[in-house]
């Protein structure tokens, strides 16, 4: 798709087809967001994928507001930073997952970016802890890897 195009089409997507993404697309998008800019070529973003339905049913209930869509997508990708490897982890993740929506954009898919850095879990009780905390159980994250946010992938419905 032309680049114009694309910055014009992409917009978030919360609901989806019920149409699993080939795994070639999701391939695909993480091969061109690795050439995203990094401070001091740090490259400190990393990746996980998750298409298991079980999986991203979990991820859905991470927050009592803003994350139910995980639940519905074909597949999300968790944008991790390693914060041993530059104090700009944060920057560099944000410009992964936007360069991962664009991507996915001119691949055809919708996408969403759902906050997981900084947020409570339920706003209204703190008690609850922290959004990230409970993906890095979830998915066994090792402390040095901290979790920007998580791009949810599918066909719009
Ligand atoms: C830093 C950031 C955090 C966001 N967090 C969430 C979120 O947790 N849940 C959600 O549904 N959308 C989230 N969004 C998507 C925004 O709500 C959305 O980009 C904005 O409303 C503009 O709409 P558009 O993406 O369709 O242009 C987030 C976007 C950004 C950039």
Excluded at 143 to 155: D, N, Q, R, S, T
């Amino acid at each position: 798709m032309e680049f114009s195009k694309v910055i014009a089409a992409r917009h978030s997507v919360r609901q989806f087809q019920d149409k699993a993404v080939d795994r070639e697309i999701v391939d695909a998008i993480l091969d061109q967001t690795q050439t995203a800019p990094s401070s001091k070529n740090s490259r400190s973003s990393a990746f996980v994928v998750v298409d298991d339905k079980d999986m991203l049913e979990a991820l859905s209930e991470m927050r009592t507001y803003g994350s139910a869509l995980l639940k519905g997508a074909a597949c999300a990708v968790v944008v991790l930073g390693d914060t041993t490897k530059t104090d700009l982890w944060i920057e560099n993740a944000a410009i992964s997952a936007t360069y991962i929506q664009l991507c996915a954009t001119n691949l055809g898919l919708g996408s969403c970016w759902v906050h997981v850095n900084g947020r409570l879990r339920d706003h209204k009780d703190p008690s609850k802890g922290l959004a990230e905390d409970y993906v890095r159980d979830l998915l066994g994250l090792k402390e040095a890897f901290k979790p920007l946010c998580i791009v949810a992938l599918g066909y719009e419905a």
